[in-house]
T-cell receptor, first 113, second 115 residues
């Protein structure tokens, strides 16, 4: 079945460090891929998405490229800030078009000054 | 952006009682709403999908008689945990979807603790 495997955390980085959170997926069709972020005490928010192979999603300095050949959608940011501390979830949409999402386990990122 | 609220944010109840959680889309009409359950250090697990005015579609392994879902209007869905037990303690999250592909807006979640 469709699933997402996400790098387990927690991840602790110093401010301005480079961030990579790995995400790979298994899907029978051609899903859209997403990164959601959950800040403390808040609901999940869409961070970025990509709808087809080789698309790059980007937002707030974060980027992820839809790699069909490696079935990956790794999240990267060149210089993290304390305000990026949150839990990050990789997800894919149901390729049958049912509009529901399959989530990874989430990766907690803590950025220290 | 679109806002989805959940109420209550936290609830503690005794074993055997029922608890209702509300999910509202505040500034858009949600043709579809989703209910997820989040276990500690685990991903969100989809429990059910509900479309306004029709019966919810439950995922495999989710007891529909225990987790009653009602989507009575385009802005409100409710999840009722009936005869709650300690193993039902969890974080329940709803999301609402307008008629736009690949678009879901999430509520802040409800922490249920069953004593």
């Amino acid at each position: 079945g469709d699933s997402v495997t996400q790098m387990e955390g927690p991840v602790t980085l110093s401010e301005e460090a480079f961030l990579t959170i790995n995400c790979t997926y298994t899907a029978t069709g051609y899903p859209s891929l997403f990164w959601y972020v959950q800040y403390p005490g808040e609901g999940l928010q869409l961070l970025l998405k990509a709808t087809k192979a080789d698309d790059k999603g980007s937002n707030k300095g974060f980027e992820a490229t839809y790699r069909k050949e490696t079935t990956s959608f790794h999240l990267e940011k060149g210089s993290v800030q304390v305000s990026d501390s949150a839990v990050y979830f990789c997800a894919l949409s149901d390729p049958t078009g049912a509009n529901n999402l399959f989530f990874g386990t989430g990766t907690r990122l803590t950025v220290i000054p | 952006g679109a806002v989805v609220s959940q109420h209550p944010s936290r609830v503690i109840c005794k074993s055997g009682t029922s608890v209702k959680i509300e999910c509202r889309s505040l500034d858009f009409q949600a043709t579809t709403m989703f209910w997820y359950r989040q276990f500690p250090k685990k991903s969100l697990m989809l429990m059910a999908t509900s479309n306004e005015g029709s019966k919810a579609t439950y995922e495999q392994g989710v007891e529909k008689d225990k987790f009653l879902i009602n989507h009575a209007s385009l802005t409100l869905s409710t999840l009722t945990v009936t005869s709650a037990h300690p193993e039902d303690s969890s974080f329940y999250i709803c999301s609402a979807s307008p008629p736009v592909p690949d678009t879901q807006y999430f509520g802040p979640g409800t922490r249920l603790t069953v004593l």
